[in-house]
């Protein structure tokens, strides 16, 4: 091997050491949902910083099979209530009307979740407009909750969801 040889080598491994460095994952934080009172509603949300979104993947069990779920961070981590009220209302530090992802919409506005002939549902989805670990959009420490039904993303401030089926806290992890 000549020294050319050697030193585009060692050009092409610092490149790949460098790409690696740069698509870094960033903070890491995970709910654990628990049923509220009288549901079976129950799974683990992962959520990971990837540059300026966060990449939500959800695995929750117990739902009704083929039913559509709102799905929200909440302003308050406390699931002591038993029917997760005491997470008060959505996640809302920016002051902004309820919607959808691709419209003005809380912090805490997720989209909904569909579950599968078994009532499950696997999915994941990037959030933009929040954080992990820092600013005022750091999910870090708010409650999560599904909802017994879909969410219109309309009726303010709550997209008439209903019950709430499920709740846990953001933790980092």
Aim: with cysteine; charged share 15%.
């Amino acid at each position: 091997m000549n020294a050319r040889t050697s030193l585009a080598i060692l050009a092409a491994a610092a490149a790949l050491s460098a790409c690696g460095t740069f698509g870094s994952s960033g903070p890491k934080a995970v709910a654990t949902l628990e049923p509220t009172k009288g549901n079976a509603v129950a799974g683990t949300v992962t959520f990971q910083q990837k540059g300026d979104k966060v990449l939500v993947t959800a695995n929750i069990t117990g739902l009704a099979p083929n039913s559509e779920h709102g799905f929200h961070a909440h302003e308050k981590g406390d699931c002591s209530s038993g029917d997760g009220m005491s997470t008060a209302g959505h996640f809302n530090p920016s002051g902004k009307p309820h919607g959808p992802q691709d419209h003005d919409h809380h912090a805490g506005d997720f989209p909904g979740l569909t579950a599968d002939a078994s009532g499950n549902v696997n999915t994941s989805f990037e959030l933009s407009g929040v954080s992990i670990g820092s600013g005022t959009s750091d999910l870090v420490g708010r409650g999560l909750i599904v909802h017994a039904g879909p969410d219109d993303y309309k009726t303010q401030p709550t997209g008439n969801s209903g019950a709430r089926v499920a709740c846990g806290v953001i933790k980092a992890s």
